[in-house]
């Protein structure tokens, strides 16, 4: 999922596919861990928070929310500080402010605290990290970007895996003050990633040198024009009421298990499962979106990941026990997997490459509202029924009616508009080649010879 960013990348400079690119992928890779994987796995601490405090679920879920919406919303702000200071040196800033929040929030004596800390100073950090090496990504990778995308968004599941045990384990051993003060530690990590977003050089063309001041002064800082293509308008559209329910499940699903009685340590393995799935799913799905048959159509498969997502809960909410919740998180992990690593790529067949850095920061900011009201009207809903069959049904409709938004809105809106002007456009092409063909080389094709019985 990056920032409303300038690309100020050297325009000359061709994606090198390797090379030093491989380790900006590992930064990314353990970026996107941290980013994705950080507001799930802090859903272990939730019961005791609500023990603390005396809150209802609906107030933790908030957690998760403003992390998830800060780290969607904050697009404009990271756009500022990556075109003034470049994407390293925000990368590292940010870095520092996600250990500082965790930090911070170890030491809170209230809920507010809590979201202002943990959620708001932790989720800016996470951003600044998260948006400007998705930025760097598609710096470095052309041809394999859906292959390095599903490498990148790997991360997450392989975080996931890793960090929820662990903060069960942090909880049980120091308490949740403990654990995030650890995590906290933890998360300094992010500056390491962000030393490793060498920026490419720029090519030694005296030409360019001198044109490149004047066309970075008509560079607009967040570019509104995509508004005007139909198929981002589309996708933002579905993208935003997928979001409403995406990250529903894996936030409950922990404490959906907690209450049928089962053990800590076993409901938290839940995320384990879900997670290791989803190494194998983001990476494997990438490399089909890079064949040559499949990429063209991206939009149809990540279409069909959502339906698979959005089914998945739709079923899971029919589990009544422990070896019903680990079948739903072998599947949610296959389709979860899938919608990771295809979200980038159709966007990027969607905009382009120009226009990818505007286009994915207003995504994500249309985003940031549905992210803020997921998880938490979930727990009303959880709160006033007391079953969670309903969150996991409302979940699995909203992501099922994305999909069906975004492969009709592609297949009725998108694509007879785009066939008659790509007709015409060849058909002039080919008038062009044929003339300029029959001008350049008369020798290859003989004499034009004007013959009065012919000529008219």
Known sequence: ????????????????????????????????????????????????????????????????????????????????????FGCRPVMLVGG????????????????????????VITGLGLALNF???????????????????????????????????????????????????????????????GALMRPLEPPKKSEATKESPEKRVKKKLLDFSVFKDGGFVIYTLAASIMVLGLFVPPVFVVNYAKDLGYQDTKAAFLLTILGFIDIFAR???????????VRPRCVYLFSFAMIFNGFTDLMGSMSVDYT??????????????MVGALQF???????????????????????AMAVLIGPPSAGKLLDATGRYMFVFI???????TSAFVLALGNFFCIKKKSEEPHTKDEAKVDSIEVEQFLKDEPEKNGKVVTNPETCV
């Not at 957690?63 to 075109?83: D, E, F, K, Q, R």
């Not at 990476?283 to 048959?293: D, E, H, Q, R, T």
């Not at 019903?324 to 997997?337: P, R």
């Not at 409302?394 to 099922?400: D, P």
């Open 345 to 367: 790529e159709v966007l990027m067949a969607i905009v382009g490459t120009q226009k990818f850095s505007s286009a994915i920061g207003l995504v994500l900011l249309a985003e």
């Open 324 to 337: 019903g919740l680990v079948v739903f998180c072998i599947f949610f992990g296959i389709s979860y997997g």
């Open 96 to 119: 520092l402010f996600a250990s500082m929040g965790m930090v911070t929030a170890s030491f809170c004596t209230s809920i507010i605290q809590i979201y202002f800390t943990a959620g």
């Open 283 to 293: 990476p494997i799905c990438g490399m089909v979106a890079s064949l040559k048959w």
């Open 131 to 193: 948006q400007p090496s998705l930025i760097m990504l598609n710096r470095y990778f052309d041809k394999r970007r859906p292959l390095a995308n599903g490498l990148s968004a790997a991360g997450s599941p392989v975080f996931l895996c890793a960090l929820s045990p662990l903060g069960q384990i942090l909880q049980h051993e120091y308490g949740w003050r403990g654990g995030f003060l650890i995590l906290g530690g933890i998360l300094l990590n992010c500056c390491v990633c």
């Open 1 to 84: 999922m990056g920032a409303v960013v300038i690309d100020d990348g050297p325009s000359g400079v061709k994606a090198p596919d390797g090379g030093w690119g491989w380790a900006v992928l590992f930064g990314c890779f353990i970026i996107t861990g941290f980013s994705y994987a950080f507001p799930k796995a802090v859903s272990v601490f939730f019961k005791e928070l609500i023990r603390e405090f005396g809150i209802g679920y609906s107030d933790t879920a908030w957690i998760s929310s403003i992390l998830l919406a800060m780290l969607y919303g904050t697009g404009p702000l990271c756009s500022v500080c990556v075109n003034r």
């Open 394 to 400: 409302t979940a699995g409709t909203e992501v099922t």
